[in-house]
Structure formats: structure tokens, C-alpha cells
């Protein structure tokens, strides 16, 4: 049933750096509307990697991805901002004085002071591994929500980026073996997860190319091509985790006239797309030295909602005060 809502802020993309955005917006008093297509908040944690080890956080040394949601869930709520989730921001326009209204899938229309685009690299689907696409969910996943799943197995994990390592040092405790494979000599990964890589025990393919998975009644091995030799590979392998990163879609906020950069939203120094009225905040935007680490933005989504309140109220001061401050 679509229904018409007034909000102070509309922020589309209910994941960290959306719910940190609606903390924010509490803080100075502004009401504020989270949407997000996915059914719960969260973004690609909740999704993907729930049961990660989050680390790069100040002061948070280590958290399960659930746990570092559920926190800024509450802290989020704290200020009461309504939720409307499963639902994707479709259309924008304007309604008198220049207010953006959006529509959302389902027919509802979110009439708004501004708009906080936190969507992070929009809706997201992982490049396919090139062979036995036939055994996606009987033995090949390309996610890992809850590496217990993989206690006692042969893991063969496949690529050479943050996601790739990372899921190989989680596996690796768990399970009875992780072969770690990479068609490359170098990783892409963080240097100092590399380094751990090929400390923790876990066996490092590089060179090599997955040529095919092999089963009787279910996934018994892995034959990989090296790049140096004539001869195939086998692994043994109950599981099959391609971890080859993703490729996002901005879907239709491609088309509110926003300045793109290769899937991105160029955004200035406060956080302001080119279209009015609407910001943008986390690893959806793009601007020199660009650095795409949650904690960057958290800064960014406080940056963008002080700037949209002072927009919203010009007697407004930009700075809100230190929290420890507040009653």
C-alpha cells in the first residue's frame, strides 16, 4: 500500500554509514527516513559477511560484522528514525520550494528537506567464477555468512583481493584445510593481511586458474591450471568459495541527473552532488584522494548532514556540538 511521508532527511541506504547519517540527524533534532532495498539494515555486511572481523574502525580492535550493525542500529535509534525497508528508491522530483520528493518502488513518496544518498556501491552481484557455474549451491558459494558452515572441510578459495584473504584467514580455523588460489603473482589485498596469509598455515596458489570442479555425488576436487606448467592440479575440495570481488549498479538513481564518475557520484568538499538539495555520503561518492574505508565515511555522512542542516536552516550552526556535551 504506497503512502505519502514528510521527512526532514531522506537518507537512501540503510548500511554503517547510513545508520551513523541518521545518528547525526538525530543528534541535531532533524527527523529522518532510512530506505534501503535489502530487507534489513546493514548494506553488504548483513548480506554478505556477517560473521567478518570488522577492524578497521578506531577503537573497535576487532567485531563481528553483526555485532558492529547491531550497535549502530542502536545508537541510530536512539533519535527514533522510521524505517522503510525492502523498498528502492526509484524516482526524484521536486515539489514546492524546491523540496526533492522520492518515490520509492512499492508507490510511496518520501517528501524530503534533503536527501543523503549512503547507498555504497548500489546494488551489488559477484563476478562469476568462469567454471562449474553448475555447482553454485551444491559445493561453490561466492558469500560466507556463517563460516561455521565450513567446519571440517577442504575450502578452495578463489582470488587475490581483501574479500579473498580475508575469508581464507576466517575459514582457516574452522576448517580442515583452505587452499587459497590467485591467478596472479601479487595480491590486491591489504599488505598487512597478506602478510598474515602467508603466516597462518593457509596453502597459496598463485599463477594459477581454476580449469574446473569435479564431483561424484558432490564437490570432490578442484583442478587448477598453473600459468608455468604443462601438467593439471588437483585439490581436494568439499567447498568452493569464489571470492572475485563484485560489480555494483547505481540502478535507477543513474538517471536523477547526478554527476557519475565509473559508477560513482562526484560529490564537492560538503558532500553536495551536483543535483540540489541531495548529498552523498561513503563509498558511493567520488573526489580526489578518494579513500573507500568505512571509518572515512563516517566522517563524510557527518560532514554531509551538517551542511544539509545548516542548508535546511541557515541560522543554524554548522558545528553541533560534542555529544558528551548534550543532556
Not at 177 to 185: A, D, I, K
Request: hydrophobic share 45%; charged share 20%.
Amino acid at each position: 500500500m504506497s503512502e505519502n511521508v514528510s521527512t526532514d532527511i531522506l537518507i537512501v541506504g540503510a548500511g554503517p554509514v547510513g545508520l551513523f547519517g541518521a545518528y547525526c540527524a538525530g543528534f541535531r533534532g532533524l527527523r529522518t527516513v532510512l530506505v534501503d532495498a535489502q530487507p534489513q539494515c546493514g548494506g553488504q555486511i548483513t548480506a554478505l559477511y556477517p560473521g567478518k572481523e570488522i577492524r578497521d574502525i578506531a577503537a573497535v580492535p576487532g567485531a563481528p560484522g553483526r555485532d558492529v550493525v547491531a550497535a549502530l542500529e542502536e545508537q541510530a535509534d536512539a533519535y527514533g528514525p522510521e524505517y522503510l525497508l525492502g523498498r528502492q528508491a526509484v524516482g526524484l522530483a521536486r515539489a514546492s520550494g524546491g523540496r526533492p520528493q522520492v518515490t520509492l518502488s512499492e508507490g510511496t513518496t518520501v517528501d524530503a528537506g534533503a536527501v543523503l544518498l549512503t547507498a555504497g556501491i548500489g546494488a551489488f552481484t559477484p563476478r562469476l567464477l568462469p567454471a562449474g557455474e553448475e555447482f553454485l549451491g551444491r559445493g561453490l558459494s561466492y558469500f560466507v555468512p556463517e563460516p561455521k558452515e565450513h567446519a571440517g572441510q577442504d575450502v578452495v578459495v578463489v582470488g587475490g583481493g581483501d574479500s579473498a584473504v580475508d575469508r581464507a584467514l576466517a575459514l582457516h580455523p574452522i576448517a580442515r584445510s583452505v587452499t587459497l588460489v590467485h591467478r596472479r603473482g601479487t595480491f590486491r589485498a591489504h599488505a598487512a593481511s597478506v602478510r598474515q596469509l602467508y603466516d597462518s598455515g593457509v596453502e597459496v596458489v598463485t599463477g594459477a586458474q581454476v580449469q574446473a570442479l569435479e564431483s561424484d555425488e558432490r564437490l570432490r576436487r578442484v583442478r587448477l591450471r598453473h600459468e608455468r606448467e604443462e601438467q593439471l592440479r588437483e585439490v581436494k575440495a568439499d567447498a568452493v568459495v569464489a571470492a572475485l570481488g563484485f560489480v555494483g549498479d547505481l540502478g535507477p538513481l543513474a538517471d536523477w541527473g547526478l554527476r557519475l564518475e565509473r559508477r560513482t557520484i562526484v560529490v564537492d568538499t560538503r558532500m553536495r552532488t551536483t543535483v540540489d538539495r541531495v548529498c552523498a555520503a561513503g563509498d558511493i561518492t567520488a573526489y580526489p584522494g578518494k579513500i573507500r574505508l568505512m571509518s572515512v565515511g563516517f566522517g563524510e555522512v557527518a560532514t554531509a548532514l551538517n551542511n544539509a542542516a545548516v542548508a535546511l536552516d541557515p541560522a543554524a550552526k554548522l558545528f553541533p556540538g560534542h555529544s558528551s556535551e548534550a543532556a
